[in-house]
């Protein structure tokens, strides 16, 4: 039984989707004018595992994700560069979908685009004001927010602090109602792209572009949306709103969202000069460490950031690391057919640690207690399942240790953007090359293989049962 921390319920609660067996599930993507930041990363890898994990149990996921591609940061960045905006978007777009790639992100089902769903957006405005949740003034729509009683209740105290806080603010100079109304849709200012409407030639405001894109995809009511803590007010408060007035149905059932990333226990900002590229980090350390490095962390705590954090987290992936190498390798080399009576008794044990580790992803998606599940699996697999070990059951304990990797996305060959890294055929060619170098008592050819596969990221060792590799 899944349960899930329900951002609107304040409890965890147990998942019952709206169709058996399938999820339908949204998750707020970047606004697309930079390079992505290591903060961004921690939703994209979050919301990847909790759906790697619901299809590894059965379920069909409808996964969107959108890019904000008309946005004043955008404009900004096309002017400063004398682009246009969809030049700027498009390069964007590429890199933060190379970025994800390298994290070993799933693809979305879809993936959206602002510009692509002016219809749908300006069909869902016009619902809001024929249903009396929303007003235009001079060309701009404001959604009313005191129309909908509900308004507030996503992020709980936010409303009340608001109103304690209205005396002290300074006087309103939009012609809107109350301070707390939001903008559905706003006239072009000069050099803006612009879409027609029938308030103005402008474009939409941030929050309806996901209200009209998730009813789109996945239909008036969904099972999970999710995103970055920072997204729960005013982001998704107002994406409820909107989508409740508007389809006169519950928007989501289950809200999640995650921490905050820290670097050096500060929080990241290019005037404190510790903003940090997923890019920059993920040459650095390797792209599979940041992802090993994000789950192992509950996604609801806070999360800190530093080089000296991320050289331990790179150092324990690289003990599941090897530890799969050795499984492979002694299943590869063993000339043992049958199970001992030993062995016999210990495959007991690998049900007991596939119990645990869905036991901690079924708790809200532990991914921390989840990995150490795997670190007793990796002790019992270096004690049991090495040179000596029977070919069924080394097979049993690689199968597993692949199953529970797999789902959390752990070990995979990218490290980076270099997209000519060798296979692991293409490493046995050259290790098969070096091995008839050495034959040939070539000994120069051979280091040569060797120095080339070092500079690959591939280190090779010389054993008694033949030669093993291993990407560094």
Known sequence: MIKIYNTLTKRKEEFKPIEPHKVRMYVCGPTVYNLIHIGNARPYIVFDTVRRYFESV???????????????????KANEEGRSTNEVV???????LKDVNNLNVTPATHHPRVTEEMDRIIEMIKELIEKGYAYEINGTVYFDTAAFEQYGKLSKKVLEELEAGRSERVALTEEKKNHMDFVLWKPKKEGE??????????????????????KRYLGDTIDIHAGGEDLVFPHHENEIAQSECANGKEFAHYWMHNAFLNIDNKKMSKSLGNFKTLRDVGEMYG??????????????????????????AKNSLERIKNAKATLSFALEHSQIADLTEEEKALLKELDDFKARFHEHMEDDFNTADAISIIFELVKFANTYAKEGASQPFVEAVLKLFNELTDILGLIYDRKGNNEDGLSDEEIKEYI????????????????????FLKDQGVLIEDTREGVRFKRI
Not at 193 to 206: K, L, Q
Not at 434 to 450: C, G, M, S
Request: aromatic fraction near 14%; proline fraction near 4%; charge should be negative.
């Open 90 to 96: 498009t390069q964007y777009i590429e890199e933060t």
């Open 432 to 451: 098969e090359k070096r091995t008839a170098a050495k034959k040939a008592r070539d000994f120069a050819e051979a280091d040569r293989i060797r120095d």
């Open 193 to 214: 792209p612009y879409w027609e409407s029938p308030w103005s030639n402008g474009r939409p405001g941030w929050h309806i572009e996901c209200s009209a894109m998730a």
């Open 58 to 76: 059965g379920y069909e996921v409808n996964y969107v994700q959108n890019f904000t591609d008309v946005d004043d940061k955008i404009i900004k």
């Open 287 to 312: 792209y599979d460490v940041v992802r090993f490095f994000m789950l192992n962390a509950h996604y609801r705590s806070p999360l800190n950031f530093s080089a000296e954090l991320i050289e331990s």
